[in-house]
């Protein structure tokens, strides 16, 4: 089995989506200004704060009841787990195979020479506005390794979520919009190629009416009792 997950799946633990006008993390701040290499040449104490601050507060989040399902899938099946969402909570839920396509909060890498970072942290009780980010021995500064706008996906992640789609017997679309490619392309290649796709969200997506089923359940309702389910919903 394979999980593609998004944003909506974290949202239901607590994380504000970045596409929520009215309450997201982003209702304040310019998005490309905080995520993109133009933003962090710029102003790259604003990039690393804003950041920093996502890190410590997605360590205040727990996984939700669609985290757990899916790790214990584990038991009597291979799942994979390709997500656009930037924390850890489908690893703290207990899944082993997680392939992170847009990168994770908590990892860092030197934005010169592109060496991973395991330095300490500073603090950061609260949000604020400027921090200065830590440097590599090269000289270069320490980034979050997540993609920005206009980046590349991290290759190795990429085509082992591809080799997890192609191998599937079943894939699963869970809290995405289905909209931001080339994430949004992996269902499609599932469908192409054959293989079921069941899509669970509680809003529309432009997959809807393509995918095999589509459950209008959030992942926290719908994933606890998807595997005795799916005898009946694949017919």
């Given at each position: 089995?394979?999980?593609?997950?998004?944003?909506?799946?974290?949202?239901?633990?607590?994380?504000?989506?970045?596409?929520?006008?009215?309450?997201?993390?982003?209702?304040?701040?310019?998005?490309?200004?905080?995520?993109?290499?133009?933003?962090?040449?710029?102003?790259?104490?604003?990039?690393?704060?804003?950041?920093?601050?996502?890190?410590?507060?997605?360590?205040?989040?727990?996984?939700?009841?669609?985290?757990?399902?899916?790790?214990?899938?584990?038991?009597?099946?291979?799942?994979?787990?390709?997500?656009?969402?930037?924390?850890?909570?489908?690893e703290r839920a207990g899944s082993a195979r997680v392939h992170h396509v847009h990168g994770s909060l908590f990892s860092f890498r030197c934005d010169r020479c592109d060496v991973p970072y395991v330095g300490p942290l500073p603090p950061m009780p609260e949000p604020v506005e400027t921090v200065d980010p830590p440097r590599c021995a090269c000289g270069g500064?320490?980034?979050?390794?997540?993609?920005?706008?206009?980046?590349?996906?991290?290759?190795?992640?990429?085509?082992?979520?591809?080799?997890?789609?192609?191998?599937?017997?079943?894939?699963?679309?869970?809290?995405?919009?289905?909209?931001?490619?080339?994430?949004?392309?992996?269902?499609?290649?599932?469908?192409?190629?054959?293989?079921?796709?069941?899509?669970?969200?509680?809003?529309?997506?432009?997959?809807?009416?393509?995918?095999?089923?589509?459950?209008?359940?959030?992942?926290?309702?719908?994933?606890?009792?998807?595997?005795?389910?799916?005898?009946?919903?694949?017919?």
């Amino acid at each position: 089995m394979t999980v593609l997950s998004g944003a909506g799946m974290s949202a239901e633990s607590g994380v504000p989506t970045f596409r929520d006008v009215e309450t997201g993390l982003w209702a304040k701040v310019d998005p490309y200004e905080i995520s993109s290499s133009d933003g962090w040449r710029r102003h790259p104490e604003k990039v690393w704060a804003w950041y920093l601050w996502r890190h410590y507060m997605m360590k205040a989040v727990d996984p939700n009841d669609g985290h757990r399902a899916v790790a214990a899938w584990q038991d009597g099946a291979e799942v994979h787990v390709v997500t656009q969402n930037v924390d850890d909570l489908h690893e703290r839920a207990g899944s082993a195979r997680v392939h992170h396509v847009h990168g994770s909060l908590f990892s860092f890498r030197c934005d010169r020479c592109d060496v991973p970072y395991v330095g300490p942290l500073p603090p950061m009780p609260e949000p604020v506005e400027t921090v200065d980010p830590p440097r590599c021995a090269c000289g270069g500064l320490i980034r979050p390794d997540v993609v920005w706008f206009g980046e590349p996906l991290p290759s190795e992640e990429w085509d082992r979520s591809v080799e997890a789609v192609s191998r599937a017997d079943v894939a699963i679309v869970v809290g995405t919009s289905a909209v931001v490619y080339p994430a949004a392309g992996l269902p499609e290649m599932a469908l192409a190629e054959g293989i079921p796709v069941i899509e669970v969200n509680p809003e529309e997506t432009p997959l809807s009416d393509r995918v095999t089923i589509s459950l209008r359940e959030t992942s926290a309702t719908a994933l606890p009792g998807l595997l005795q389910r799916l005898p009946a919903l694949l017919g």
